[in-house]
């Protein structure tokens, strides 16, 4: 199974990204808000954290291997958990990522059922089953950061900002502090830094001494 593509990337289109990986070229399917992030890092390196599923009906006798691509494992993990809605699917939950995975979670979470209605392909009905089954869920979705230097960061595949976020509020939830407590307490340190934290226990650490 491919779980994740660094190489070239040579196309972009408005549904797919094409990376070279010599002697292959790989085509993977990505989300709107991906190929924005994606817009000027043509012809530079990049990494994609890949789903493979297949598409086409067995009944008809045509599947056709397919990837999906994201730039955080993040990304990829929330774009699993919307799959896993009754009326939503792959196709769907694609075409519905048009903003970005933290701005979608929010809304979830606050059971916005207007704001999840005007994504393509949600209507009002599928909002309120997707509010219904993931609205406990979303915490570290919705605790994603957005920084001004996050897409070139992911694309030359660096440490990723989204993935350290939610590695660290696992930890302080193991630690014993609550949901609110962890996310006001990562929030209060990323707003007042421009430092970029390359794994969890940086940031707890940071995190900590900014609690003294």
Do not use: W
């Not at 929030?187 to 940086?202: C, G, I, P, Q, R």
């Amino acid at each position: 199974m491919i779980v994740k593509i660094t190489g070239k990337l040579v196309a972009l289109f408005n549904e797919r990204a094409v990376i070279e990986c010599p002697p292959f070229e790989y085509e993977t399917l990505i989300p709107e808000f991906t190929r924005r992030q994606l817009q000027s890092e043509l012809q530079k390196t990049i990494s994609l954290y890949t789903i493979e599923y297949i598409d086409g009906n067995p009944n008809q006798g045509r599947m056709t291997p397919r990837l999906l691509g994201f730039l955080s494992e993040v990304e990829r993990e929330f774009f699993e958990i919307f799959c896993s809605v009754d009326g939503v699917g792959t196709k769907k939950a694609l075409r519905a990522m048009v903003r970005p995975v933290r701005e979608i979670a929010s809304a979830i979470e606050e059971q916005d059922v207007k704001v999840l209605s005007q994504l393509p392909g949600i209507g009002p009905a599928t909002a309120e089953r997707v509010v219904a089954k993931l609205r406990r869920k979303m915490s570290k979705f919705a605790l994603m950061v957005a920084r001004p230097d996050d897409a070139a960061l992911v694309a030359s595949g660096g440490a990723q900002t989204s993935d350290v976020v939610a590695e660290t509020f696992e930890a302080l939830l193991a630690l014993g502090h609550g949901e609110a407590e962890a996310r006001r307490m990562i929030d209060a340190v990323l707003e007042n830094t421009k430092k970029k934290f390359k794994d969890s226990s940086e940031l707890i650490q940071a995190i900590y001494m900014n609690n003294r």
